[in-house]
């Protein structure tokens, strides 16, 4: 096989993959990096003895065993299982919706009761087939959960109405009538001991990959298209083509982190705040993802607090509603005019991915360019 030149714009999990997969080919591959550190949005940094997510919880998990054995080669995960609380003006809920919940809630002990009170609750909808996220929420788990765990919440994220939010978003949810508090269904689940950050570097580890971090693709966009065979673009798939067709629509997130010299702040690796007027919606707690590792004088907590994006701000989710679909439809078509581009991950292809389906969307995409 010909080697060929590769220029990766982004060092988060797809470029990264990406890079690891054309370098055991026996490519030439450069990677630039806007920040001034590999690993994207999986980026964690060590401070005190913990592995701090710098860009919000990261929990892995799969239900795909080729994913789950290719992810624990660069790093052997621990078994946290994720347990969220919802805070609700200070009352206390688990997360998922299940029997928990819903016991609490409504003082029910058998799944049959709790079955009767979601199915009494979603009647408003009067058997309407649910077009949107309020619709969906009410038909799962009825009208008071999403009062009090899902409306505050979801509006504050998305900074909009969940009448008007799509219902996929909900759905990422479970329902269920056991007690069971784990977010996931997934058949794998995990936090890599001593953090993400080593798995990237280790993808990257291979002399046929240069990696030069703080550099903007735009500052040299045309330089880099006449020089390299193929650019795998990672970043905005809106500003690559310089918002010609309009603005794909982003929300942001500020992170607010805060160390503490005490052992336990809050008891849980997440919890979220449900209500409308909290400006954050979640606080973690770094040292609960990795268990009696750090020092008992010491905690950090982050708070995440929702954004509206505007350019130069970080482009966290996409927001898949039909018309930002549509629009990137069209961007996508547009894509065709650049054939030596290949767009990749959760901006390039403006999808809401988890780490696994990034994973395996850059997978299947070094395949088929190289091969299995
Ligand atoms: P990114 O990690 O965003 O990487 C893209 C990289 O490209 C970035 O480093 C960026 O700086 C760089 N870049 C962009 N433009 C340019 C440019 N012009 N020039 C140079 N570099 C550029 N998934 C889970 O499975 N479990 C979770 O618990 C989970 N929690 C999450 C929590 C939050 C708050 C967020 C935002 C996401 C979460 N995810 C989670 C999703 C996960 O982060 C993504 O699926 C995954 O990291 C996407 O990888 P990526 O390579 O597509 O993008
Ligand atoms: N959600 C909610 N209440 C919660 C947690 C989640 O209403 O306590 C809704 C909210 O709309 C959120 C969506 O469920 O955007 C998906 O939640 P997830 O935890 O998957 O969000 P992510 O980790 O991707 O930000």
């Known amino acids: 096989m010909v080697s060929k030149s590769y220029l990766i714009v982004g ?32 980026y964690t940094k060590e401070i005190d003895g913990i592995q701090v997510h710098q860009y919000g919880a990261h929990i892995f998990h799969t239900s795909n065993k080729e994913i789950w054995e290719y992810i624990n ?21 688990n997360l998922p919706f299940n029997m928990n919940t819903f016991s609490k809630l409504w003082g029910v002990t058998t799944p049959a009761e709790a079955q009767e009170k979601i199915d009494e609750q979603k009647a408003v909808l009067n058997g309407k087939k649910p077009e949107n996220l309020e619709e969906q929420a009410i038909s799962l788990i009825g009208t008071d959960i999403y009062q009090k765990l899902i409306k505050g919440y979801t509006e504050k994220q998305w900074g909009q109405k969940a009448t008007e939010l799509p219902a996929f978003i909900i759905r990422r949810l479970p329902v269920r009538l056991t007690y069971d508090n784990n977010y996931f269904n997934d058949t794998y689940q995990g936090i890599p001991i001593g953090g993400y950050t080593q798995i990237i570097e280790k993808m990257l580890d291979n002399p046929l990959i240069e990696v030069e971090t703080g550099i903007d693709f735009f ?5 880099y298209l006449a020089k390299y065979d193929k650019i795998i673009f990672t970043g905005m798939i809106d500003q690559f083509f310089n918002y010609e067709l309009g603005e794909l629509q982003y929300r942001s997130l500020n992170f607010e982190t805060e160390e503490m010299n005490i ?8 919890v979220n705040y449900t209500d409308a007027e909290t400006p954050y919606t979640r606080v973690i ?11 008992k004088n010491k905690t950090i907590v982050t708070r995440e607090y929702p954004a509206d994006w505007k350019r130069g701000d ?44 990034v994973i395996q969307s850059a997978l299947n995409s070094a395949h088929a360019e190289f091969g299995e």
């Open 11 to 42: 060092s988060g999990l797809f470029g990264s993959i990406f890079a690891s997969e054309a370098a055991k080919k026996g490519n030439q591959v450069k990677v630039i990096e806007k920040r001034d550190h590999v690993a994207g949005n999986v």
């Open 73 to 93: 080669q660069f790093a052997e995960f621990n078994r946290y299982t994720n347990s969220p609380v919802a805070n609700y003006n200070g009352e206390i809920y």
């Open 219 to 223: 500052d040299k966009k045309d330089e």
């Open 263 to 270: 052992d336990n702040y809050q008891g849980n690796a997440v």
């Open 285 to 295: 707690e770094h040292k609960h993802f990795e268990f009696g590792k750090s020092d």
């Open 314 to 357: 970080e482009p966290y989710y996409p927001v898949n509603n039909s018309k930002n679909n549509e629009l990137y439809k069209k961007y996508k078509k547009l894509s065709q005019t650049v054939p030596n581009v290949l767009f990749g991950g959760r901006l390039g292809q403006y999808r809401y991915y988890d780490m696994h389906q």
